[in-house]
Structure formats: C-alpha cells, structure tokens
C-alpha cells in the first residue's frame, strides 16, 4: 500500500446511464495524486477496505479530507468486515458529509 504502483496512464473512469462521469480508485489509491485522471471529472466512488489502525487510523477522516482538498465528490464503501476496524463509509462533496457512517463496535 506505500507504493502507488503503475496503473493506467488515464486513470479509470465509467460514465453512468444518468449522464454523469464517475472516476475509480480504491483502497491506498487515495493517498496518492490523480495522475492522468481527466480534470473534468469531479464524481469519484472509491470501494476499500480501509482499516483503522495507526498510521492511517480514520477512513472518514481520510475520505473528508480528499474530498475537501481535491475539491471532489467522492462516494466512499468501507467494507466494514471487521467492525470499528475496518468501518467508514460516505457520502462527501468538497470535505462536507451529505451522508456518512462509521460502526463503533468490534462486530461486523
């Protein structure tokens, strides 16, 4: 995960039956810059499983701050397996929630 690795030069984007433009990236994808994401696209859904350990120990945060600093909307799915571990989902539109949901128990 501290290796941004060497994906697609265009990013990966889908566009929905609604008409809009969605980009993709997952799991540690968001700790690194949008190379060669298409500037104009500025709805991104993000599927992880983020766990909430030390030294990245906020998915909600993580995601909030994405969202505010690259001025981006962002649907974010934890896949929240291992409860308050690996919890933190949202909904977020320039660092601002519209929705969002982190379990505070360790059950799934």
């Known amino acids: ?9 265009n ?6 039956s609604f008409g809009q433009r969605f980009g993709v990236f997952i799991c540690f994808d968001l700790l690194w810059e949008l190379h060669g994401v298409d500037p104009e696209i500025h709805n991104f859904v993000f599927p992880t499983d983020w766990v ?14 994405w969202s505010l600093v690259e001025g981006k909307n962002m649907l974010a799915a934890n896949y929240g397996g291992f409860g308050r571990k690996s919890s933190g989902s949202g909904i977020w539109s320039h660092g601002k929630a519209l929705e969002k949901f982190f379990n505070p128990t360790t059950k799934a």
């Open 52 to 65: 909430n350990v030390l030294p990245l120990e906020d998915a909600i945060e993580a995601q909030r701050v």
């Open 11 to 16: 990013g990966t984007s889908f566009e929905t």
């Open 1 to 9: 995960y501290l290796d941004p690795g060497r994906g697609s030069k």
